[in-house]
């Protein structure tokens, strides 16, 4: 039977994914990006429920995180309660196949939704609306539940991306010219044991052509903004340009490439320069090398690394890739005896001179020995680079090397505490008035049989001291302000049900800090 192909918002299988960890993310900017590229979905065409309920959960987890002066707690709840019942009644809605409506618990106990999703459902539909807390809990375990029940299930079985694919191939083809080379050698050698084993050399061959046609397939098939995105950064992992063994890799400090490693390349990358042309090629293996061995020094500092930094032997190989495009395709003052330059270096001497590092230096150093004019002007950099570089090695061989991530344990005194305590309890006193203790004796919203009991069985003098201080809060006549207070009963009015004795609504609702809700300046 036919099967016509589905027709989907997302462009590739790379962007789905990529919005769904956008909407994972611990970030919130990221979460926001994730929760536009839904909305830009919508647009194009149908979502499926469940990345509509995904985003819309994660915009309200951002809407609670940056939510500013002018929305409530009771508006947050309400927001919160929305989106959980939609993610609760679009999921379980799916299940309602039959011809009679069966009840929403039944069926999301039979897709493995947890039986409270639907109890707050209920609850924020019919009944008193759940705790901002509780909201947010469950925003979050929902959250969770999508992510383990259609995300997770979406990455088995969607096909493998472009990446992999890349790998694969380009992996195949360079086996494929290893064994070639090997047959060839056997072959050369002349020896009567492998002459008489002319099938090895087929074989090998066949191969061969098997693999070169997939890679020109595959190459055929990708956009040239693949080359940015999925060929470039395949090529310059371990095992591709770099060899997985480190003898065969270059060396600093003279970054020379070793021919052998250059002609094993020659035939891939003229199937990727006839596709897509030598200039763009290249110009984007330049740009991501130098990425690569110049990390971001705006997040980590000058002449830091990063968790993933290479090793010696990779970058010093990737920095004799670099001066072997230069040498090849790159020409001095743009042209030279009527040879047009391939490459440009303005990106790459951007690059390296915005972010300083161990490798950036070795790369200015190339493009100083590949273009004579530049390296006058190169040269201070190189000089300053080299300085910044032993006076950092001789102030960690000074202070002995230490762990960068070992800190001093703190130490505290006790008069450290005491004047802790004594800060903590001033703090109290004004948020919660001078005579905090005897209010909350006294509170209309407190149970005090507790208190009255241990009362009626202490001293006469503790009894006394409580008496004295019941009297002078019946006697208050100021109230304590954001507290309940106690009216004498010759100070009772008559007002409507709900109000105050002056006939004003009171502000019902509990501080924000209690549900540790953060606010900001900016209204929405």
Known sequence: MLKFPKVVPWTSTEEYMAVADCLYSSDISERKRGVAI??????????????????????????????????????????????????????????????????????AGRIGMPA???????????????????????????????????????????????????RAVIAEYLSACETRQASLAMVASRSAKHSANPSVLAAAEATMESATTALTALVARLHADAVRLYVVPVLIESGFL????????AKFPDCNLPPALADAWSAPFAVF????????????MLAAMVS??????????????????????????????????????????????????????????????????????????????????????????????????????????KAGAPPTNSKPMPTVSLKALQEEEALMQRR?????????????????????????TSTANSAPESRSAVNATAAAIAHQTEPAAGRWSFV?????????????????????????WIDNVPLHATPL
């Open 38 to 107: 839904v909305k830009a979905w919508r647009a194009r065409g149908r979502v499926p429920v469940a990345i509509e309920a995904t985003a819309s959960l994660a915009e309200m987890c951002v809407a609670d995180h940056e939510q500013r002066h002018g929305v409530t707690i009771c508006q947050l709840q309400h927001m919160y309660a929305m989106a959980l019942i939609r993610f609760v009644n679009s999921i379980v809605d799916l299940e309602q196949k039959g011809v009679y409506a069966q009840s929403v618990a039944m069926l």
């Open 116 to 166: 409270w999703f639907v109890e707050l459902r209920h609850a924020g539909t019919h009944e008193q609306l759940p705790s901002l807390m509780t909201l947010r809990s469950a925003c979050a375990q929902a959250l969770l539940w999508l992510r383990d029940y259609y995300w997770s299930k979406q990455v088995r079985r969607l096909p493998a991306d472009t990446m992999i694919q890349v």
């Open 242 to 249: 770099v060899p997985s063994e480190k003898r065969l890799r």
């Open 273 to 284: 320069t006839a596709s897509w042309g030598e200039t763009l090629f290249y110009e984007e």
């Open 292 to 397: 690569a061995l110049t990390p971001d020094s705006s997040e980590l500092g000058i002449f830091e690394s990063g968790d993933g930094a290479l090793s010696t032997s990779h970058a010093a190989t990737l920095v004799a890739w670099i001066r072997w495009i230069l040498e090849a395709y790159y020409v001095p003052n743009g042209t030279a005896g009527g040879k047009a330059s391939t490459v440009s270096v303005e990106d790459l001497l951007e690059g390296c001179l915005r972010n300083p590092s161990y490798y950036s230096r070795s790369v200015l150093r190339v493009v100083s020995d590949v273009d004579p004019a530049l390296k006058r002007d190169l040269k201070p950099f190189v000089e300053y680079m080299g300085k910044a570089l032993a006076a950092l090695v001789a102030d960690e061989a």
């Open 428 to 452: 109290l006193d004004q948020l919660f008035g001078a005579s905090r203790g005897a209010s909350q004796t006294e509170s209309m919203d407190v149970d005090t049989s507790a208190n009255s």
């Open 488 to 512: 004498p009963e010759t100070a009772w009015t008559q007002c409507p049900i709900g109000a105050l004795c002056d006939g004003s609504i009171p502000m019902l609702e509990w501080p924000a």
